[in-house]
């Protein structure tokens, strides 16, 4: 397993923009796709948007596409989601989470990952 945490969420306006952080140790970063989930209160968590181990294929949830961009800076062992756009119901608590398997295209399902951030809160007002 590897250690993450998140950071760079916070209080922003609809229409607004945050970048989230992600600094994983404890495994080799650059051979894991990577995550991002979140959650409301007494909702089930969701996907968000993953990318490949290089950085070269990138998956979004629908509700995201267009707005949200994630990346990677394998030098750095760390995993961004650049959110533009933000909009009342992107309120929640965000996850990032590396997958098990190494080499794997980026893929959706929670199931695939075994390592998990506490997770960031992202507020949008309206």
């Known amino acids: 397993q590897v250690q993450l945490v998140e950071s760079g969420g916070g209080l922003v306006q609809a229409g607004g923009s945050l970048r989230l952080s992600c600094l994983a140790s404890?495994?080799?970063?650059?051979?894991?796709?990577m995550g991002w989930f979140r959650q409301a209160p007494e909702k089930e968590r969701e996907f968000v948007s993953a990318?490949?181990?290089?950085?070269?294929?990138?998956y979004y949830a629908d509700s995201v596409k267009g707005r949200f961009t994630i990346s990677r800076d394998n030098t750095k062992n760390t995993v961004y989601l650049q959110m533009n756009s933000l909009r009342p119901e992107d309120k929640e608590l965000y996850y990032c989470?590396?997958?098990?398997?190494?080499?794997?295209?980026?893929?959706?399902?929670?199931?695939?990952?075994?390592?998990w951030g506490q997770g960031t809160q992202v507020n949008v007002s309206s």
């Open positions: 990318i490949n181990w290089s950085g070269g294929s990138t």
């Open positions: 989470a590396a997958d098990h398997a190494p080499w794997a295209t980026p893929r959706r399902t929670r199931a695939e990952y075994d390592s």
């Open positions: 404890g495994r080799t970063f650059n051979l894991y796709p």
